[in-house]
């Protein structure tokens, strides 16, 4: 005989609400059959926290001091720094992680389509799905946070404590950092739920991509500029009138300091506004949730229109491309393949925005860095828009790499494998079209209002040439049609091509920086440099473009079920 529990569990609500919980986790990495678990993903969360604490032990251990003969220590002023840091870190992974998967926390098309024949309410569907979201948004902030909060109290406190003063310790530290990660859980799924239910569908469609664009760059703006917020940022709080005070992670930064016993008024005024900011997103993202379910519903009964609804590229541009650069009727085919792709996938153009999203953070930092000097060339007022370049070129060969759906590559198969297409080659034009040469003329524009012409007119080129070099280096072994197979830097290992990553964009951006301003400061070099580099590219250009088949199965090694037991 069954309890009413366990019919309560096996009940319908109950099954809906766990599909529901589980489809946030859905995270396909490289196409079909490439997803991560949840305690995979749960594992990765939190494995951020327990490094970051653990590093920190070298710094409040009293017995390393001790050995290191350090007698002053202003133990409460260090771990400013350090509570900061933890409450940026919690609150960027959650806005970024919100904004990749932000249209998973409403009903999708899928869901719709399939539950909504079956005999279930709309608002048993309703309250499924925020039961569902609800119980992520606690499992999330939990998970990320747990660590950091069961190890940095006991390591910073270390013996200068009662057990009272470490139990507080426990209590401020995740409460302010809980607190920073909903609010920006609640801050992002109000702006969704407004933009789904004040906007058209066919607006919502178009705008979502420079949307996510602009809250990832401001997440890791937000990020990037630690360094600096901690610089301007003493132990009693910010002055009265500072930029400092409108940055939200500062908001919770008082709440913690408060929380954890600081007499400073200042720090009480913040808390008090984190504390209002917080109520004033659970209300909005609660009010919007709600009201964006019957528009969001009407949305993805519209998604067949989806195809019509992207991002359209003039007829203009397709002209004039096809005359300068696309010789034949296959390769203009693919180029227009490569653009549509990308404007109507939503995961294609999701990891796009994530990476322009931390070019413009980047370039952000740099150029507000670079306001200390005078606006005469220098490798911080130069890199923007290298970094930026970089960004941009490297999502665009990452979103190439991942398959769209790899069981539709039967038309490709049979168009091209006979042919001599090249794929590097389709990529590199796509890549110096929407890129390359765009990047350069807004360099041009922009450094022309700032410095003297010629100066901008050398920059500009410098940076052309840069992203001409990194696509050449970009496509090297690049052997697939893009969005046809898994094809990522580093062979799908998500360490390696994290490295490659933040390698390659340190090298890019001091290297082609650093060139430049050689050439300013002894013009005589510019004649062995380029020479230099025109023979590494040459080489280079050889490899990235040598004859091969084109390949129509992933890279990417899987896992292999042996199935023993059966």
Known sequence: MTTPAERLRRGPFARLTAHFFHGFFDVELFGEG?????GAILSILAFPGLVMSILLFDKYSSLLRFLRNVRSFDREAAMIPDKYTFIVFSMTVAGVLTVLRWEALLPERRDWSNLAPLPLSTRVLFTAKALALAAFIALFTLDLNAASTLLFPPIAIDDAGALSDLARFFAAHFAAV??????????????????VTLLPSRTFQKITRLVQCAAIASLLGMFFLTPLVLRSLPSGGPAHGSLLHWLPSVWFLGLYQSLHGSPSAVWQSLGTTAAGALGLAALAAVLFYGASHRAFARHAAEAPELARAGLRF???????????????????GLFRFVLRTLARSRRHSAALAAFAGAGFALALQMAILSTTRRLQPNTLTLAPPLAIGFCLLAGLRFAFGVPFDPRATWLFQIAVAASDAQPARIARKVMTVTVALPLALVTLAVYTAVVEPALAAVHALVVFTGCLFLI??????????PFTCANLLGGGNAVLGIAMHIIGL???????AAIEMWIYR????LLPVSALLGIVWFAIHRAAFAREPVVFESQVDRLELLRLSE
């Open 34 to 38: 490439s997803r991560l678990g949840l």
């Open 178 to 195: 809980a607190a920073g990660t909903l609010f920006v859980f609640c801050a992002l799924l109000a702006l969704v739920g407004a933009l």
């Open 314 to 332: 003039p007829v203009a541009l397709f002209a004039l491309v096809d005359r300068i650069a696309l010789r034949d009727a296959r390769e203009r």
């Open 472 to 481: 050449d280096v970009l496509v090297v072994d690049f052997r697939s049609i």
């Open 506 to 512: 340190l090298v890019f951006v001091d290297l082609f």
């Open 522 to 525: 002894h013009p005589i070099v």
